[in-house]
């Protein structure tokens, strides 16, 4: 019973962690490798705007993606 209620507790206290939010525009300051999602219409209908920080003199990468494979890809990552 112990294990059960432990395990229920850590699951949710970890779940917070696997959200990103999508925002509305994209930010001005973004540190290097950083990644935001943004909600764009330069992208289509049911994708995101994927936004990669870069270092000092490099352009920053972006790039449309589906959310559902973002999300997915970012819960396999997680610890």
């Not at 990103?20 to 994708?47: H, M, N, R």
């Not at 490099?58 to 997680?78: G, T």
Request: glycine letters at 6%; charged letters at 15%.
């Amino acid at each position: 019973m112990r294990a059960l209620l432990l395990g229920l507790i850590l699951s949710a206290a970890s779940l917070p962690c696997l959200a990103q939010t999508v925002l509305k525009s994209e930010p001005l300051v973004l540190a290097p490798y950083e990644i935001a999602l943004v909600q764009d219409a330069s992208c289509p209908a049911g994708k995101v705007l994927k936004v990669t920080g870069a270092i000092r003199g490099l352009h920053r990468r972006k790039a449309c993606v589906s959310l559902a494979a973002e999300r997915a890809s970012l819960a396999a990552v997680a610890p």
